[in-house]
């Protein structure tokens, strides 16, 4: 038997957890002691009980012999006849000594015999026999008739000469042996007591047969209480200990097993017991934890799953709206701003070159939130401008989107999309409305324009939307938005609307000077005030597009050298490739690249005239104040030419002529060439 | 713009064809800046040059310096010669 060390816990005044270290003592050892002792305990008690009911059957026994003494007795000497001649004749007396000692040997007596108590209380025999003969001699005589012995009298003959026992025994010791004596009155005809009879058990006799039988049954005891121990140790070893053990080993790998294996633990039981229901229950209970604990670990896995995906999301939606707005032209001013709600939704906005004179604004929000309303936006907004980039009319645009939307919508999303399209030369305005709010101008005049409303995308594959057009003024702007901005709602559930949004944009009417910037920020600011205190619950977003149409007509060419292919190309096509138009070229591009260099400006201008024989190149730009005409251009030595300096010689020698001007915070500087 | 590089021993011969402009005229920078440690003379052979701004000048000038002086420059365009003289540069550098 194995001894563990087992700890119980316990805690101290102190509060610390002490250990008391526990003995370990196994059911099997425990039960095998209760049944040792109840062995010793019952063996015992069944040797007394069986000992005396031994004792008491030979006294029975004994019983019979005495009363098979006490009728020869009473046939004897029952009459007054037989005791006279008892008295007096010897033959007789012999006779009837004969009998009982054969009654003696017959019966496996000891002794028997007959005698009666005198008035003075002496007992006087009348009769005594021996089982033995030599003793029979003895004992005739010294016991023999008339003769007296001053014995006391024992319990048992005083209750009988009281008349209040019909007989009994006493366990006599004496000089004739350890007896049990089996005394029994002898009547006369009246019913008087005349004589008794006694007959002797030898104690020693019944001992040794008592004692057999005693262990007998000891021995048969004891070997049932081995055979039901074997049998009951078998048994719960088999249906108890093996299972708890087999159970206590499952328990411990079940705590140690990470991955919480189910483990199947049907054993070979042919019935149900206790033992059973708990290999049940914990089978239950291992599989409910295995389940629980796969499950808190999908939820902890989906979990952060989800919040990865909508950050990524939430990332896309973000870096989806444009972050720059250098645009070709300064004929045109953009500005657009998103505030996502906690959540990842659905809105974007969009703003773009289709080609050097036309500007794109497009502003969407899609039906829902989460991932599939973000990457629903990606695709719409991809579509879109796909379709505008290639040539398409704002409305085009719409409906073929809405084509390939409905062609493939597995979630049945939707989106509300306006776009419109600025050409920067003629202020013409054109757009397309696919479900959204109606946009907002502003600037000369604060309105909302009274747009077709149209069919969001991805619901119909019928037409969303048609082409409306609008000519913008100089200093007119366009407000567009979502319904985050309108739909906000403050403390009292009262929406921002879109009359606070027509005022709040109103209010900013310088809008040239204070940039588009302000107009945006001012909106999303006063939404933000408006709903204070509680959660956004919508993204809130708002693009707008400012036509300021303050640019000499010209190419818009952007402040980069790779752009001066543009006005190379224009020159040499113009001027034809020759030495002359490469000198022209040269001019060009060294007036160009100090522009890219030195200006900083964000807005460069070309634009050329040319008459018959002679060519002019206009550059503008809104960069630093540089007079090239005026300009110190030293006459470097051969070693410094390295380091650059030539570009305005070069221009003042291959120029014909050079015109600066300096207007409206811009660098206007004509060069003539004259053809050869 | 392309560069057709051949060496002779220590001498390499530059080929330019095409416009040296700003925008090209890095990747004959770039040559110069490869050119082998052992290379002490170089020609520019120009035949199939078009054009050239100053930022094409710098260039030859450096290269000038570079090769203390051994740089010849061959089959000049007459109107890419003109910019040379525009600039000075025929007055160092030897053309053949």
């Not at chain 1, 007591?193 to 004891?222: H, P």
């Not at chain 1, 048994?235 to 079940?254: N, Q, T």
Request: some cysteine.
């Amino acid at each position: 038997m194995s001894i563990k060390g087992n700890y119980m816990e316990g805690t101290n005044s102190n509060g610390t957890v002490i250990k008391r270290k526990k003995r370990r003592v196994s059911i099997l050892t425990r039960i095998s002691v209760i049944f040792l002792l109840a062995a010793v305990v019952s063996g015992i008690c069944s040797a007394v009980l069986i000992r005396r009911y031994l004792v008491q059957d030979e006294a029975r026994k004994c019983e019979l012999a005495a009363r098979t003494a006490e009728i020869s007795a009473e046939l004897i000497i029952g009459s007054i006849d037989a005791a006279k001649r008892m008295k007096t004749d010897i033959v007789f007396r012999d006779y009837v000594h004969e009998l009982f000692r054969d009654l003696c040997k017959a019966a496996g007596l000891k002794y028997i015999y007959i005698y009666r108590f005198r008035d003075d209380g002496i007992r006087e025999f009348i009769m005594t026999a021996a089982g033995d003969d030599a003793e029979d001699e003895y004992v005739s005589k010294v016991r023999g008739f008339g003769k007296t012995s001053d014995t006391p009298i024992f319990d048992i003959e005083k209750e009988i000469l009281e008349g209040k026992s019909e007989g009994g025994y006493e366990f006599v010791k004496n000089k004739y042996g350890d007896v049990l004596s089996y005394i029994i009155p002898i009547n006369d005809k009246n019913g008087d007591i005349v004589a008794l009879v006694g007959v002797d058990y030898s104690m020693a006799f019944i001992n040794e047969r008592v004692s057999d039988s005693v262990e007998t049954w000891i021995i048969i005891i004891v070997l049932m209480f081995i055979l039901a121990f074997v049998a009951s140790r078998i048994l719960i070893k088999a249906s108890v200990l093996k299972p708890l053990l087999m159970l206590s080993e499952r328990m411990g790998r079940f705590i140690e097993n990470n991955e919480y294996k189910y483990e199947n633990s049907e054993r070979n039981s042919h019935f149900e017991d206790e033992v059973s229901d708990i290999e049940k229950s914990f089978d239950r209970m291992t599989q409910d934890i295995s389940g629980y604990l796969k499950e808190i670990g999908n939820l902890n896995f989906e979990k952060a799953q989800n919040e990865t995906q909508l950050s990524v999301a939430k990332r896309i939606q973000n870096g989806i709206v444009p972050e720059e707005f250098s645009l070709l032209s300064d004929s045109c001013e953009t500005y657009g701003l998103m505030l996502p709600a906690k959540s990842v939704g659905g809105d974007f906005y969009d703003i773009f070159n289709i080609d050097d004179k036309r500007v794109c604004m497009v502003i969407g929000d899609i039906s829902g939130k989460s991932v599939s309303a973000a990457l629903f936006m990606v695709m719409v907004k991809m579509y879109v401008k796909e379709n505008l980039q290639t040539g398409m009319s704002p409305a085009e645009a719409l409906n073929n989107t809405n084509l390939d939307l409905c062609r493939s919508n597995p979630e049945n999303m939707f989106a509300t999309v306006f776009v419109c399209v600025l050409d920067m030369n003629t202020g013409e305005l054109t757009y397309a409305n696919a479900g959204h709010n109606k946009p907002l101008l502003f600037g000369n005049r604060n309105e909302y324009i009274e747009v077709k409303t149209g069919m969001p995308l991805g619901m119909f594959t019928d037409p969303v939307a048609e082409n409306e057009k609008l000519r913008l003024k100089k200093g007119d702007g366009i407000f567009v938005y979502t319904d985050g901005v309108t739909e906000s709602i403050n403390g009292d559930s009262i929406q921002f609307g879109e009359t606070r949004l027509n005022e709040t944009v109103a209010t900013k009417k310088d809008t040239a000077s204070e940039g588009l910037r302000d107009v945006v920020r001012t909106v999303v600011d006063s939404v933000m005030t408006f709903a204070e205190g509680l959660e956004q619950f919508d993204d809130i977003t708002c693009a707008a597009l400012y036509y300021s149409k303050d640019a000499d007509d010209g190419i818009v060419i952007k402040r980069d050298m790779k752009s001066f292919a543009i006005i190379r190309n224009t020159l040499l096509s113009v001027m034809g490739d020759n030495d002359n138009s490469r000198n022209a070229v040269l001019a060009c591009e060294e007036i160009f690249a100090n522009i890219v260099s030195y200006s900083g400006a964000d807005s460069i201008h070309f634009s050329f005239e040319k008459s018959e024989d002679i060519c002019y190149v206009s550059f503008s730009d809104n960069g630093v104040p540089f007079d090239p005409v005026n300009a110190a251009a030293p006459d470097k030595e051969f070693e410094d030419l390295d380091t650059g300096g030539m570009g305005i010689m070069l221009v003042r020698m291959y120029s014909d002529e050079m015109i600066y001007s300096r207007k409206d915070n811009r660098n206007n500087l004509m060069l003539k060439f004259v053809k050869a | 713009m392309t560069i057709q590089k051949t060496i002779n021993g220590n001498e390499a011969v530059l080929s330019l064809e095409g416009w040296l402009d700003t925008v090209e005229s890095p990747k004959l920078q770039a040559e110069l800046d490869n050119l082998e440690s052992n290379i002490d003379s170089l020609v520019l052979d120009l035949a199939g040059l078009q054009y050239t701004s100053s930022s094409g000048i710098r260039q030859i000038v450096s290269a000038y310096k570079k090769m203390k002086g051994a740089l010849v420059i061959r089959n000049t365009s007459e109107g890419v010669m003109g910019v040379f003289k525009a600039t000075g540069l025929d007055k160092k550098i030897s053309f053949e």
